[in-house]
């Protein structure tokens, strides 16, 4: 099945095109997605945007952080480390969990200092983050909590969809994620005060904006798509997770290719899936391990990215407003943290070891072929 465009796609296309208004208008295909999508997620409100990095981007602006003030983020991606910038926010990495890869709770409580203002929890390939124990953190010190949910679209935690935790949960539509619209993204609160001030401020209806944002808005012709694919989605899930099992099931008896660990609290999504090499603790050679998967030709993407967000020249050198040291050593800014010291080993350990596969846009046949072909090579590296 992978991905698929048909008759509802094209007919609520023809309806935008007859309509003749692309753009936003009142109770058009983007409201109808933004009340779609809260209902299937679980919350009072949707927010359409033209894309998830503009949705992180605009949570941080209505979250009140802003010049002087810390965002705590987490270090595999950078895209919540981006956002904080943004706003002229300093980004304070806390590192992951070994098993999981997710924001370790642990690590948030010591990094919160009276500057915390915001933190963006990424809820990463599938798996939520433990987003009550972040969620009792937020609420004690009054920050303001951002999930980014750009990869789990069906995913729960402890019953709870992903994104329901946060004040604010975004979610992306882009081309390889569990929906796409090519481009697009929902944010879903259960806040009417910040829907109010998303929807009423940021594209003069009405009101004049009182924080700085830009017009992030999603078109008709988008949402048109939205609607239909978020009808498909059931379907689509039911796909990837039995992809994702497939290749579980692979590796399940490999002892130096160590699975990610699924917490019981946690419903997984499929989207990318992963795990670690492990191999060299039993004295197997990982670029051995590569050669073989490439001639099988099982496409293995390793070293996602080469190190941890916080290392990219954006956040280390602060190159983000050609000035330098700007907005990291902002004159508003009174506390001590600089990305160029941050430590963050675990999602450093991590990247060097990670192995992923792709399993939206991916026919389940091929799927089947590799994870035959990953068992193939764990054979041919305990006997040869
Ligand atoms: C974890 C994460 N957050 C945010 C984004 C940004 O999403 P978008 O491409 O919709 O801007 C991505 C994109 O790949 C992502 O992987």
Redesign the pocket.
């Known amino acids: 099945m992978a991905r698929i465009f048909g008759d509802t796609d094209i007919k609520n296309l023809k309806a935008v095109l007859a309509s003749k208004q692309l753009g936003w208008r009142e109770g058009g295909m983007v409201t109808k997605l933004d009340e779609a999508f809260a209902a299937f997620a679980g919350a009072k409100y949707g927010i359409c945007r033209n894309?998830?990095?503009?949705?992180?981007a605009q949570a941080v602006a209505i979250s009140g952080a802003g010049c002087g003030d810390e965002v705590i983020c987490d270090p595999l991606?950078h895209?919540g480390g981006v956002a904080a910038l943004s706003f002229n926010c300093v980004p304070k990495f806390v590192d992951v969990k070994y098993d999981t890869y997710l924001m370790d709770p642990a690590e948030v409580e010591k990094a919160i200092t009276r500057h915390t203002k915001a933190l963006i929890v990424?809820n990463?390939w599938g798996l939520c983050a433990e987003l009550d124990k972040i969620r009792s953190l937020c609420r004690k010190h009054k920050i303001f909590m951002i999930e980014?949910c750009?990869?789990v679209i069906g995913a729960t935690w402890k019953g709870k969809h992903a994104g329901t935790y946060g004040d604010i949960g975004?979610f992306?539509?882009?081309q390889?994620?569990h929906i796409c619209t090519g481009?697009?993204?929902v944010m879903i609160t259960n806040r009417k005060d910040l829907h109010h001030k998303l929807y009423n401020e940021w594209a003069f209806r009405g009101e004049s904006p009182s924080f700085l944002t830009l017009n992030f808005r999603m078109n008709e012709l988008t949402a048109a798509v939205g609607l239909a694919q978020l009808e498909r989605f059931p379907d689509y899930l039911k796909e990837y997770n039995e992809n994702l099992a497939r290749y579980n099931e692979a590796i399940a008896d490999c002892a130096w290719l160590r699975s990610r660990t699924i917490p019981k609290q946690a419903e997984q999504a499929g989207y990318i899936w992963a795990c670690l090499w492990e191999g060299d603790k039993q004295g197997l050679s990982y670029d051995r391990f590569k050669e073989l998967a490439a001639e099988e030709g099982i496409p293995f993407y390793y070293e996602f990215t080469e190190r941890p967000a916080p290392t990219f020249p954006v956040f280390r050198k602060s190159t983000a407003y050609h000035h330098k040291d700007c907005p990291i050593r902002c004159p508003f800014y009174k506390g001590s943290y600089t990305p160029a010291k941050s430590k963050t080993p675990v999602a450093a350990k991590i990247l060097k070891r990670v192995m992923l596969l792709p399993v939206v846009e991916v026919e389940p046949a091929k799927v089947r072929a590799t994870a035959a072909k990953i068992k193939r090579v764990i054979k041919r590296m305990e006997t040869d």
Do not use: I
């Open positions: 894309s998830a990095m503009t949705g992180l991606v895209f990424t990463l980014d750009a990869h975004v992306s539509f882009q390889g994620k481009d697009g993204c």
